[in-house]
RNA sequence: CGGGGCGUGGCGCAGUCUGGCUAGCGCGCCUGCUUUGGGAGCAGGAAGUCGGAGGUUCAAAUCCUCUCGCCCCGACCA
């Protein structure tokens, strides 16, 4: 592709409203175009990239035997409703009605594909001799987001693999999963990312285990606790805190006193009005579990973990209580509870931080009133069983594997992995007839990657002052040819000649052929990030030579044109193969 | 949905508080000459309903009301 015959608007400057790198970048590269907040035009460049993804994803989803079909983007609303999740995604699931003679026919943008494969599989499955089958599409998907952001990373219509297994037991469901797993770290690997994958909660979505694949980025929106010793790595909602020494300090023990902090209802407020540290205060929730009301404890500088908190109590919903609730509960309007005497009306649960705490400040279950020198033993208990690990875990907290600590880490969610069990199949009436003639619903897997993030993470990762750094493998073009004077015939026909043949060789070619400056060709040749730059000038070619020069690396070196085309296809096909170029840079960088 | 910010040629911005001549600047674009290995110089030029509607005023980019859009933080979320 010749440059001056392509649609490439890099630009100087960074619109306004970019924020983060890659944001910024594949706007300045010009790879993408907004066309209104959460949705964007992928221009010829960015396109390309997106392809590549694809085909890497598609190449190593058939290589694991699954197979590939495509559903619609419409999809009849009665699926939805069938399954609950109309209600489940709410807002976030585009809806409307199409007029259709004399009736009006409600229809939903698939946000994912779950309600419309398990009908496919019902229709089609019936007997266990045709599974396991795992089926998959790359398709559009469309989500009101409520809040589109950080460029491509979240839009409200995006490319998606969407992959589901069909199980005839649990056993053969933890193979299917597994060889997902698996090709989910080759496509991640082949793409030249750095990637960690996490223990994942479900959501709402249900199923048991569950796995996210996370590109650690400072812009990222997920929270990851990760160990570097052990490999341990968790979504902040799923990471455990390992025990630690809960012996409490050798203190004195105060007497208990009541003190008044007028509309002082927030730990900070507390703090600030009596001078003590968060972390001497005991935070005390009120939770609704499955209707009834609980007190959970935690240090004044922790955050609740409803998942946690929710296991712990054993209940299918969990939610902050109502004000009212708190009212009577408490005695006091919200932000004076404490657990002095709160044993006695509502069952008690703790964090095992508060093992350690002493002459503790906390709530006095009165209106503008708090209490210090509270001490767990003497002036409040909680069951032995009813302790805990309810809290997010923060960084420098042990790890729950080995004798290290967890370090978290913000991080964009590129793909997931979970066993969804039997909602839908159930829901969709999926069953099959096992071998004694039995009826059974199937069992199924879900599989997702984001394959718009795949290059946002990319190049939220990996680019440096002057722009983009792809690996040859996620890269528009893997060779740029840069004509140093396109008026001067000499140069040109060597361009020309290089051009065809590293064509013909079957690399992926773009030739800068703009009447431009050096300066500007080189740095839109940066910006634009194709790994390998080939500079062809009067200066080098009296000498018979070219430069070349890796996007990632400083410095040039010179090549004969004579042998030019295959030391250029040699170098191609070694970084196809491998990226050993490229990750090695980005094993300096890290 | 709560809080904050921004809408002025294609892009980035100044001007708005304190209303007043023809609405400026940089980049980009077009023409010509010179230049030519890391974002060239000179000269000339095209291009703007100042997001939209209504109002106040002799006069509105500027003040008032409403409205639309975009971005950030939070809440929410496959």
């Known amino acids: ?340 005497g709160m044993a006695e009306k509502i069952p008690l649960w703790a964090d095992r931080d508060l093992l350690a705490m002493r002459n503790c400040v906390t709530g006095a279950n009165e209106a503008d009133m708090h209490v210090t020198g509270v001490n767990l033993g003497r002036d409040f208990n909680v069951p032995e069983d009813h302790f805990g690990d309810l809290r997010n875990a923060t960084s420098g907290d042990p790890c729950p594997r080995c004798s290290s600590r967890l370090t978290l880490r913000h991080a964009i969610e590129v793909g997931h992995v979970f066993k969804l069990g039997t909602k839908y199949s159930e829901a969709l009436s999926a069953r099959f007839l096992d071998a004694e003639e039995q009826l059974h619903p199937i069992i199924m897997g879900c599989y997702g990657i984001g394959i718009n993030r795949i290059l946002a993470g990319l190049i939220e990762t990996c680019h440096d002052a002057s722009g983009i750094i792809w690996p040859v493998a996620l890269a528009p073009y893997e060779v740029l040819l840069v004509p140093m004077k396109v008026t001067d015939e000499p140069t040109m026909k060597v361009a020309d000649d290089l051009y065809a043949r590293l064509r013909q060789a079957g690399i992926d070619v773009l030739m800068d052929d703009r009447d431009a400056r050096a300066g500007v060709k080189f740095n839109d040749a940066d910006l634009i990030g194709i790994p390998l730059r080939v500079v062809i000038g009067p200066r080098g070619l009296k000498e018979g030579k070219l430069e070349i020069k890796w996007r990632w690396e400083s410095g040039a070196e010179m090549i004969d044109l004579e042998t030019a085309v295959e030391q250029i296809a040699d170098l191609i096909a070694e970084e196809r193969a491998e990226a050993t170029r490229f990750r090695a840079r980005q094993a300096a960088e890290a």
């Open 1 to 340: 592709m010749r440059w001056t015959r392509n649609l490439i608007p890099t630009m100087k400057e960074s619109p306004e409203g970019a924020e983060i790198p890659s944001h910024v970048l594949m706007l300045r590269a010009g790879l993408v175009n907004q066309v209104m907040a959460g949705a964007y035009t992928y221009l010829p460049l960015g396109l390309r990239s997106l392809r590549k993804a694809e085909r890497i994803v598609r190449e190593e989803m058939d290589a694991a035997g699954a197979v590939e079909l495509l559903m619609p983007a419409i999809t009849p609303l009665s699926l939805w409703e069938q399954t609950g999740r109309v209600e489940a995604f709410g807002d976030v699931l585009i809806q409307f009605t199409v007029r259709r003679q004399n009736r009006k026919v409600p229809m939903a943008l698939g946000p994912t594909h779950e309600e419309v494969i398990t009908d496919l599989v019902a229709h089609f499955i019936s007997s266990y001799r045709q599974m396991p089958i795992t089926l998959y599409q790359i398709q559009t998907k469309f989500r009101n987001e409520e809040r589109p952001r950080f460029g491509v990373l979240r839009t409200s219509e995006f490319l998606m693999k969407d992959a589901y297994s069909f199980n005839t037991s649990v056993a053969s469901l933890d193979e299917s999963y597994d060889a997902m797993y698996r090709a989910y770290c080759r496509i991640f690997d082949r793409c030249g990312l750095t990637y960690l994958p996490v223990e994942a909660e479900s959501g709402p979505i249900g199923g048991d285990a569950s796995c996210e694949f996370m590109i650690p980025a400072d812009n990222g929106e997920d929270t990851v606790a990760h160990c570097p010793d052990c490999g341990y790595a968790a979504n902040l909602e799923r990471a455990e805190i390992g025990t630690r020494d809960c012996a409490p300090p050798d203190v004195k023990l105060e007497a208990v006193k009541k003190v008044a902090t007028p509309a002082a209802g927030s730990i900070a407020q507390v703090t600030a009005m009596l001078g003590c540290k968060a972390e001497s205060m005991i935070k005390t929730l009120i939770y609704m579990a499955d209707g009834q009301p609980i007190a959970v404890l935690l240090r004044g500088d922790r955050e609740a973990n409803e998942g946690k908190i929710r296991r712990a109590a054993g209940a299918e919903r969990l939610e902050l209580a109502e004000p009212d609730v708190i009212q009577r509960v408490t005695g006091a309007p919200v932000g004076f509870a404490g657990p002095v």
